[in-house]
């Protein structure tokens, strides 16, 4: 059986990674690398996913100057909106080929921008292939789960889910979105200014929660607040004196009228383990019956996305044509 080949676009912290899980993995292997910094355009795969299969496998600056491997499936890995993933979907979707891609509006999209996500659906559905979004936050911890452990429940009224984890996996730029390095003057300011990202993915946990268990969200809000050190720390180049900002602590609540109907609440920040605090994933299902499941440590964000990209690639595969879900699908496993 030849293996599956895969292209990935975007060669950083979570493109590489995924780059070097779908190198150990039976069956696959990535054929083809698109990456838009200077710095690694032409240069082997292999120095930024370490695995030396991937060695002639060199990164290519756009999608026209990829070899012509013919992959069967691309894996999109460059940013976090729908609207700026679009051009990257779109274009892969223009050779018929199926998309998994690790944009966090992506995991729920349509209520993001639905009209570049019905052209999407489109494009997919001609091309009788499916893109679909995934992560592990959104697509996994505070919203997948939610709802596979709502199936033990003959009713639910409420949702809490608490996601306390460690930033420092994941690069530079996320790093900043949630305000790392930021003293917490200019961290409020970014947020009344509305230039501070911080998590990307709480509206389309909320709605997907919310449409898979008819909770009947009509209103969500978003708060953000640092999370301020006391000690030193430092992760990616990015150093935090005692007294600046080391993360973001965040919370979306949905609200059907004004009952509080889910809530998630996600405070992130490098080396949280500095200040004695633990990580862990919570879930708290109010309905009949009350049930609280707690995951210690937290499932790493990093690992999880990559292991999320990978082994929904079958599903992917096998799916559907069209913009899909992660409701749309069989539930995701680990593959071999």
Known sequence: MKPLKITVWGVGAMGSGIAREIGQK???????????????IGRPLSDFSGCPQQK????????????NSEPDLFVVATASRVKD?????????????????????????????????????????????AVLGTGINPGFVMDLLPIVLSAACTNVKRIRATRVNDLSPFGPTVLREQGVGLTAEEFARKVAEGSLEGHVGFLQSIAMISDALGLGVDRIEQFREPIVSSVRREEKGIVVNPGQVAGCRQTGIGYRKDEPVVELIHPQQIHPHLEGIATGDTIEIFGTPDFRLEIRPEIPGGTGTIALAVNTVPLVLNARPGLLTLLDLPIPHAIR
């Not at 039976?26 to 690694?40: F, L, Q, S, T």
């Not at 002639?56 to 070899?67: A, F, G, Q, Y």
């Not at 690790?102 to 570049?116: F, G, I, N, Q, S």
């Open 85 to 129: 993933v679009f051009q990257q979907v779109m274009a892969v979707l223009d050779r018929g080929v199926p998309v998994i891609t690790t944009a966090e509006e992506m995991v729920y999209p349509w209520k993001a921008e639905p009209d570049l996500c019905a052209r999407i659906d489109k494009a997919a559905r001609e091309k009788n292939v």
């Open 26 to 40: 039976e069956g696959m292997e990535v054929v083809g690398a698109i990456d838009a910094d200077p710095r690694k």
């Open 56 to 67: 002639n496998v060199l990164i290519s600056s756009s999608i026209e100057d990829l070899p």
